[in-house]
C-alpha cells in the first residue's frame, strides 16, 4: 500500500466501535500523504518501572480529567511527546477501541485516531518519554519478510520489524491497531501462522 485512498475509504464505512472503561488512553495515528505514504511512530524512552519501556508505538498516552475528550488527549500526547500539533490535520477517523492493561497498570481501554498531513513537520522530543522517532513507508508493514515473532513475558506473539533488528519491533496494541487499520483498507498482515522467527 502506497496510497492513503483504501484508508480513507475504510474509515469512512461506518462508525467505529468504543468501550468503556475506567481508566483510557488515546493515540494518534499520523500518516503522511505522499507518493510513498508514510506512518509516524515513536521509540518509548527505557524507563525504569514503565511497563511499554522501549516499545514501538504510536504518539499518545493517558486521559487526564483536564482533556475535553479521548480525542483531546491524543492531541495533546503527541504535542506533549514530538511537538506536533494535529488541531490543523484533517481527521480522516477513527479505530475500533482495544481493551488492553497489564499486571502491573489493571485494565485500560486504548482509542486510536488517525490523521493525514499534507506534508512533512519537524518533530522535537518535547519530555523524556520518547527515544527516537520514526517515519516507516506504510509498503513496509506489508512486506512478508518484515513480520517476526516476538517475545515478551514468555510469551510469543506477532511483531513487525520496522527499523533496527533486535530493537524497532511493533507488537503487541500497536501491532492490533495497524492490524485492524489494513485489514479494514483491504490488505490484511500475513496470518500468525506464517510468521517467522525473530533473529
Do not use: C, K
Amino acid at each position: 500500500m502506497r496510497s492513503l485512498d483504501p484508508i480513507r475509504t475504510a474509515l469512512t464505512r461506518g462508525p467505529a466501535r468504543t468501550l468503556s472503561g475506567d481508566v483510557r488512553a488515546a493515540v494518534a495515528v499520523v500518516l503522511l500523504d505522499q507518493p510513498d505514504a508514510e506512518l509516524l511512530l515513536i521509540e518509548r524512552a527505557e524507563r525504569a518501572g514503565d511497563p511499554w519501556s522501549g516499545h514501538m508505538a504510536f504518539p499518545g498516552g493517558r486521559v487526564s480529567p483536564e482533556d475535553r475528550d479521548v480525542r483531546a488527549a491524543a492531541e495533546r500526547e503527541t504535542r506533549e511527546e514530538v511537538g506536533l500539533d494535529l488541531t490543523a490535520a484533517e481527521l480522516l477517523g477513527r479505530l475500533d477501541d482495544l481493551e488492553g492493561g497489564n499486571a502491573l497498570r489493571g485494565p485500560l481501554v486504548l482509542s486510536a485516531f488517525v490523521y493525514r498531513l499534507a506534508t512533512r513537520p519537524p518533530l522535537v522530543r518535547q519530555n523524556d518519554e520518547v527515544q527516537t522517532t520514526l517515519w516507516v513507508p506504510l509498503h513496509m508493514f506489508l512486506d512478508p519478510n518484515r513480520h517476526v515473532g516476538h517475545t515478551w513475558g514468555g510469551l510469543r506473539m506477532p511483531g513487525v520489524l520496522v527499523g533496527e533488528p533486535g530493537r524497532h519491533v511493533v507488537w503487541g496494541l500497536t501491532y492490533r491497531l495497524l492490524d485492524g487499520l489494513f485489514t479494514a483498507a483491504g490488505t490484511p498482515f500475513p496470518p500468525t501462522s506464517s510468521v517467522r522467527a525473530r533473529t
